[in-house]
């Protein structure tokens, strides 16, 4: 006949190995899906600039200029296209692009601030509203505290 405690502790090996399969998957999962958030949460903003700059290269300023949320329905008073030109004409010291690299991005209320390193130390900051999804100076070098 078979005794009280003969059975005692079967199936705990399985369950160990169970519980610590269950606990890696989601250590895995937690940080495989910070990583994705760090990496992609201001893709959009990224990718609006990189477009921006990337018509500065080829010279097509109207449709850079068109980022920035000025078209003919909507022009824009404060930024005509002429001061628009001087800033980033082929006369302005930004003329020249060849390579650039989006250095930070930081999420700041509304919009987001990209800071974007043009070369030969020229650093700027853009600030993509996040609504519109339209391009202009950033008001701030950081993020004003809250």
């Not at 800033?87 to 010291?93: A, F, L, N, V």
């Not at 930004?94 to 601030?113: E, L, M, P, W, Y």
């Amino acid at each position: 006949m078979p005794g009280y405690l003969d059975h005692y502790g079967e199936g705990y090996e399985t369950r160990a190995k169970r519980t610590k399969l269950i606990v890696g998957i989601a250590l895995i999962a937690l940080v495989a899906s910070g990583t994705l958030y760090f990496a992609l949460r201001n893709f959009r903003q990224k990718a609006k600039v990189t477009e921006f700059i990337e018509l500065l290269q080829k010279q097509d300023y109207q449709s850079a200029y068109r980022l920035w949320g000025c078209t003919d329905a909507k022009p824009c008073p404060d930024y005509s296209f002429n001061k628009f030109m001087e800033d980033w004409g082929p006369k302005s010291s930004n003329a020249q692009i060849a390579s650039f690299k989006i250095t930070k991005s930081r999420a700041c209320g509304s919009g987001v601030i990209v800071t974007t390193d043009l070369g030969q130390n020229r650093e700027e900051r853009f600030w993509v509203e996040g609504s519109e999804m339209t391009i202009g100076f950033s008001p701030w070098p950081v993020c004003p505290p809250r």
